[in-house]
């Protein structure tokens, strides 16, 4: 699991909706693809996967305070679309900061 703590708490609704918006255009450039991935929301977690392709999450975001916890399946370590979603989430997690500064990452 990899935790992001920023200098101020994250906002859960901001990052949902830069991922609701930018993950599957992103994606899809990036893997020449027509693979859409479902992004839920529940509470303070957001989790992403396609029941098409793979049984469960990929990824399951979690919101507390500045930290923000990333999990992803372990089942799905090696795939591609996985390894390249992880890519495009680290990009989007910066985008939804808002001007707030990473002060510490831990774990992969």
């Known amino acids: 699991m990899k935790i992001i703590t920023a200098n101020r708490p994250w906002n859960i609704d901001k990052l949902f909706e830069t991922l609701q918006s930018k993950l599957n255009p992103i994606f899809m450039e990036a893997r020449q693809m027509d ?22 999450y990929l990824f399951k975001i979690t919101v507390q305070g500045n930290k923000l916890y990333i999990a992803k399946s372990e089942h799905y370590v090696d795939d591609v679309n996985q390894i390249t979603l992880q890519s495009i989430l680290e990009t989007l997690q910066m985008d939804s900061l808002d001007g707030a500064d990473i002060t510490y990452i831990s774990g992969e």
């Not at 693979?35 to 469960?56: A, L, T, V, W």
């Open 35 to 56: 693979i859409q991935f479902d992004i839920e929301r529940s509470g303070d977690d957001i989790k992403i996967g396609n029941p098409q392709y793979y049984d469960g």
